[in-house]
T-cell receptor, first 116, second 111 residues
Framework: DTGVSQDPRHKITKRGQNVTFRCDPISEHNRLYWYRQTLGQGPEFLTYFQNEAQLEKSRLLSDRFSAERPKGSFSTLEIQRTEQGDSAMYLC??????????????FGPGTRLTVT | AQSVTQPDIHITVSEGASLELRCNYSYGATPYLFWYVQSPGQGLQLLLKYFSGDTLVQGIKGFEAEFKRSQSSFNLRKPSVHWSDAAEYFCAVGVTHDMRFGAGTRLTVKP
């Protein structure tokens, strides 16, 4: 078990370009979460999946943001037409849903996006 | 809606001194409460969590936290701080998938 991994760790892009980030959760975890963290703030929940189903996406920041988890394993987060305000750390987390409360989320190292 | 407040943006303590980081939450029922630590360039690591039962919970790295329902607080403590504890600390409240984080407290440790 190597933990949650994210790729790339850093991304610099020009305004207006599209970017895609990948997250590989802990292998037996069926829930996967995306967060955004801006400087001086805590992580802000964006969306989550249980297996391949995206169960919550109303908190995605705009329709430029989308996420997929096609086979219930890795996930991608795409930002279209990036803006400077999208510059942030994007964190992925995973957890194992169970019958009882099991909200312990394990976080990856994040992808730092800089939009110039 | 649930929310978390960490009143202290930055705290400096001397190595070996005790530490208390404050966290207040707002939620209609008993939430699930967490403390995470984030070192520069790293993801968040879970220090401890409270779901129910004993209101004093022990975590990793010698940390503990006490849930006080009457004060809506979940403060993090450590009796003797080590230089390696310098990091950003986040309190979070979670219900189902929706985890809300505080803005964090940055801890500096003086030699």
């Amino acid at each position: 078990d190597t933990g949650v991994s994210q790729d790339p760790r850093h991304k610099i892009t020009k305004r207006g370009q599209n970017v895609t980030f990948r997250c590989d959760p802990i292998s037996e975890h069926n829930r996967l979460y995306w967060y955004r963290q801006t400087l001086g703030q805590g992580p802000e929940f964006l969306t989550y999946f249980q297996n391949e189903a995206q169960l919550e996406k109303s908190r995605l920041l705009s329709d430029r943001f989308s996420a997929e988890r096609p086979k219930g394993s890795f996930s991608t987060l795409e930002i279209q037409r990036t803006e400077q305000g999208d510059s942030a750390m994007y964190l992925c987390a995973s957890s194992l849903a169970a019958a009882g409360p099991s909200y312990e989320q394990y976080f990856g190292p994040g992808t730092r996006l800089t939009v110039t | 809606a649930q929310s978390v407040t960490q009143p202290d943006i930055h705290i400096t303590v001397s190595e070996g001194a005790s530490l208390e980081l404050r966290c207040n939450y707002s939620y209609g029922a008993t939430p699930y409460l967490f403390w995470y630590v984030q070192s520069p360039g790293q993801g968040l690591q879970l220090l401890l969590k409270y779901f129910s039962g004993d209101t004093l919970v022990q975590g990793i790295k010698g940390f503990e936290a006490e849930f006080k329902r009457s004060q809506s607080s979940f403060n993090l403590r450590k009796p003797s701080v080590h230089w390696s504890d310098a990091a950003e600390y986040f309190c979070a409240v979670g219900v189902t998938h929706d985890m809300r984080f505080g803005a964090g407290t940055r801890l500096t440790v003086k030699p």
